[in-house]
């Protein structure tokens, strides 16, 4: 989608000598889906690269680049099966007239983690190889909502050397050229298009209007482009190739101009061998002086976002490791292997960043929620073959004892002591009173285990796949020759405090037991741990004193609703905003109690939110909605950790909710992670200049991948949530407030005259969906630190963010074993999964610290050999191995891939 605002920066004129040389790239911008469905797109689609191929074989000199993105080949040939258009196609392509990929789609970069981009690229060049076409090799992100500080990490990582961008660059650098840095240390040639990726505009037709657009352009791209190369994107969202071009480039050529229509790999490779002097940038873009950066989409349909955000850690982190572990028992994977890359594909079909952004017409995000419910589906299938792959082999090496068991899996690269949770089927003869006394026992120890519920259910065919019968029924059902008779039986929850090894497993008994603690109501308002001391206060909020410290932290948690007259893409307030708080207003405090793990409160506000916005009175609506919120507080007894759920049906419209942390640091910036480490931010966001200057207005609201972090030396919190991917930070007293946005409920596509925003960022098409209504649940951990330490904040958020995944099984001996662990603590695992050949694993870890470090990775096997790969899994130098130990030294903010045979 382009902007209308496209500059408001006066170039200086650069004095140097340059040879002036314009060159036309022809493209189409392809939203998959946007302000129309998928297959309407797609019908268009078709028309035009058939009209693509006549230009093509009309005219020798003309080329084409297909948008960066695989899927838009793919969505063509799905439907296309004409042999001699698609053998046509395929020969512009080998014959480099038709430039696809490197990605297989163009995401948003900042709702995907570092994993999700690589397997973008994996995919897409999987799906070319299967094909036998080549790819761009150029990375082209000509639309992205802002730009992560580890791109050039990635694109580096994956074989490229430069990348296409837009967005964001702001005053960091107005050339056309400069050298994007990584916080590796990695450096890319960045083609910089400042007027956007549609900058020859809509050509005309008229030789003489179309040479004087051209002129005015290059003039004006002239000032700024330090090898003196123009490039020109003859092209727009949607668009057919502009059929006079190859005529009008060979008038202007014998005019005296000098043109030449190119690919985006040919522009590279010029600019490349002229081995310029150019600026070099570092860090995340997101300046919105130029072209704004739409920083809202990080709330807009946020349900569908908190999936994305569970869907990528059950791949990443789950499924992935799995699939090892069973490459490493040499167990069979085929099919496997097969439903993963199919998961995968399906994953990014909702990644495009329209889709992702929650920033398309309503029947996009329907057709978005049902692949993901497909992809859903295939993990809990994938996992279940694994576990039952695993299991097997275990029962032949171990002791066969009939009773129930539960197979704990640990998917973290030291040993980590955590909360589990897990559904049990039981049989219905059992009667509660004995299910009420289930404890989880490890070696003759009982652990902390609190029962949290016992339901009867009848498991019919309705019910079977949204329940917890359905693991061990889809189990059989995958392997029995006759589907397995559903019958009626009991659900108990249960979750146990573990310590569980390095990446593996760990097999736990369950027996019954009168002496463990049962949850018990606690009369007093007041909770005390070894770590923590809670008031709960009667408007909800918490006062948390760290008895480590000594530092209060008070109103806690209050809710705060406003106005959102914006749209998918920005939030906006209006000229009469009106606030609603629970902060001071009394609150239902309904039980706290207290178990083996922790304590619990449950707190209900009642919210009186106007029903709506009035926009012809220009303020909220005078009809008001009682909407109850309800919060629940888990304060843990041996860790300094407070999770928080929220739950409410959103019932009004045109508005914000966000709950608020208030924290008595004094610091001016914040940590966040990125892709693989950290970016740092300004709590606050000084300008200087007019704002009306301004594409859209700057604020200090910034998207996160998994956690933010704001403390002093002497301490502070770190926040993890589980898929709210936006914060902002409010400086007040020279303290900091952090506001997670919990939901906006907004009901157009693109809304003109915003105070936030100057322009359109799309068609003003209604969608009442984005409204949100319905139910929704929002959570998130705060854990406390006695001292500035961003390695114990970085653990913390993992421990949060990744479930270990709990199995029924049976006839395992207790067991505990270790496949991989990582030394010392500032490297995080990032990836440990089969190889895309199949012909080994790869382990991919990051250093947080901005210094080298030694690391020491044991595996759990002897391996045959072990290689420094890129992140493309291509091999770089073998490594020496001791056993199964391997040592490398890992320099500050590297990324290191290892390929293990």
Wanted: proline content about 5%.
């Amino acid at each position: 989608m382009k902007i209308k605002h496209l500059e408001a920066y006066k170039a200086k004129e650069m004095v140097v000598m340059k040879e002036k040389v314009i060159y036309f790239l022809p493209h189409t911008h392809w939203d998959r889906e946007w302000y129309l469905p998928f297959q309407i797109f797609r019908a268009r689609l078709l028309h035009v690269i058939d009209v693509l191929l006549e230009m093509l074989e009309k005219f020798p000199e003309f080329k084409f680049n297909l948008d960066g993105q695989v899927i838009a080949l793919e969505d063509y040939l799905e439907i296309e099966k004409d042999p001699q258009k698609t053998e046509t196609l395929f020969s512009m392509i080998r014959n480099g007239r038709i430039s696809v990929g490197p990605f297989y789609v163009l995401p948003d970069e900042f709702l995907i983690s570092g994993e999700t981009f690589i397997r973008n690229f994996l995919i897409a060049q999987r799906v070319l190889e299967e094909l036998s076409l080549p790819s761009m090799k150029v990375a082209y992100f000509p639309d992205m909502f802002g730009h992560s500080a580890y791109v050039p990490t990635l694109i580096r990582g994956l074989g490229m050397d430069s990348v296409l961008i837009w967005r964001g660059v702001g005053d960091k650098c107005r050339d056309t050229e400069f050298i994007w840095k990584g916080p590796d240390g990695s450096e890319v040639l960045c083609i910089n298009i400042i007027r956007g990726y549609w900058n020859l505009g809509v050509p005309s037709s008229d030789y003489h209007e179309f040479k004087r657009m051209v002129e005015k352009e290059v003039e004006f791209l002239f000032k700024h482009s330090p090898s003196g190369h123009i490039l020109l994107m003859a092209g727009n969202d949607h668009r057919f190739p502009f059929p006079l071009l190859p005529d009008f480039v060979r008038k202007l050529n014998s005019e005296g101009l000098k043109c030449k229509i190119v690919t985006l790999d040919e522009y590279a490779q010029i600019l490349q061998r002229m081995e310029l002097s150019l600026k070099k940038i570092e860090g995340e873009m997101r300046d919105s002086k130029y072209a704004p950066i739409l920083k809202d989409v990080a709330s807009a349909r946020i349900h569908l976002e908190q999936r994305s955000h569970l869907i990528e850690k059950e791949l990443v982190s789950i499924v992935e490791p799995l699939s090892a572990i069973a490459y490493v028992y040499s167990l069979p994977l085929g099919s496997v292997l097969n439903l993963l890359f199919y998961a995968w594909k399906l994953f990014l079909k909702t990644l495009p960043h329209d889709d992702i952004c929650g920033c398309s017409i309503d029947q996009v995000h329907k057709e978005m929620e049902v692949l993901q419910d497909q992809v859903l589906q295939l993990i809990k299938v994938i996992k279940l073959e694994l576990v039952n792959k695993i299991a097997e082999t275990l029962v032949k090496n171990g002791t066969e004892n009939g009773n129930l068991q539960l197979f704990v899996f640990s998917p973290f690269e030291r040993k980590t002591r955590t909360v589990v949770e897990k559904e049990l089927y039981m049989p219905e003869e059992l009667p509660e009173n004995l299910l009420e006394r289930l404890v989880v026992v490890e070696k003759g120890k009982k652990l902390p285990t609190v029962v949290e519920y016992i339901k009867e259910r009848v498991f019919d065919g309705i019910q079977v796949l949204s329940n917890t019968f359905e693991e061990e029924y889809i189990a059989r059902f995958l392997t029995e020759e006759a589907p397995p008779q559903l019958k009626k039986g009991k659900v108990v929850k249960i979750k146990f405090e573990v310590e569980l090894p390095p990446m593996g497993f760990k097999i736990f008994n369950i027996e019954f037991d009168s002496g463990i603690l049962r949850p018990e109501e606690v009369s007093k308002n007041v909770i005390e741990t070894a770590f923590l001391k809670v008031n709960v206060n009667e408007d909800g909020t918490l006062t948390i004193e760290d008895r480590r410290t000594g530092r209060m932290y008070r109103n806690l948690f209050f809710l705060e609703d406003a106005e959102d007259v914006g749209d998918e893409y920005n939030y906006s307030p209006s000229k009469n905003p009106e606030i609603v708080t629970t902060l001071g207003q009394k609150a239902k405090i309904k039980r706290i109690t207290e178990d083996s793990i922790g304590f619990s409160v449950e707190v209900e506000h009642e919210l009186r939110l106007p029903e709506s916005f009035d926009f012809e009175r220009e303020r909220r609506s005078e009809e008001k909605v009682s909407m109850p919120v309800n919060i629940t507080y888990v304060i843990y007894k041996r860790s300094p950790r407070v999770d928080i759920k929220i739950e409410f049906e959103n019932i009004a419209k045109d508005h914000r909710l966000r709950v608020h942390i208030p924290l008595p640091v004094h610091v001016e910036t914040n940590i966040s992670d990125d892709y693989f480490g950290i970016v740092t931010r300004p709590n606050k966001i000084e300008i200087s200049e007019d704002l009306s200057q301004y594409s859209e207005v700057p604020e200090s609201r910034y998207p996160m991948q998994n956690f933010v972090y704001i403390a002093d030396d002497t301490g502070g919190a770190g926040i993890s949530t589980r898929g709210l991917k936006e914060y902002e930070t409010i400086q007040k007293d020279g303290e900091v407030e952090v506001a997670l946005t919990l939901l906006r409920s907004v009901g157009m596509l693109s809304r003109p005259g915003l105070l936030t925003r100057s322009e359109d960022a799309g068609p003003s098409f209604l969608t009442p969906e984005a409204q949100c209504l319905g139910n929704h649940i929002a959570e998130f951990s705060v854990w406390f630190t006695y001292k500035h330490d961003l390695i114990e904040a970085y653990n913390f958020s993992r421990r949060y963010q990744i479930f270990p995944p709990v199995f029924s099984i049976r006839g395992i001996r207790e067991t505990e074993i270790s496949l991989l662990s990582l030394e010392p603590e500032c490297l995080i695992l990032s990836s440990f999964k089969v190889s895309e050949d199949g012909d080994g694993t790869i382990i991919r870890f990051y250093n947080v610290k901005d210094m080298d470090v030694n690391a020491t990775v044991k595996l759990g096997w002897a391996p045959k050999e072990v290689w420094l790969a890129n992140m493309a899994e291509k091999p770089i130098k073998k490594i020496k191995t001791n056993g199964n130990i391997i040592k490398l030294k890992v320099g500050a903010n590297e990324v290191i891939t290892l390929k293990v045979v």
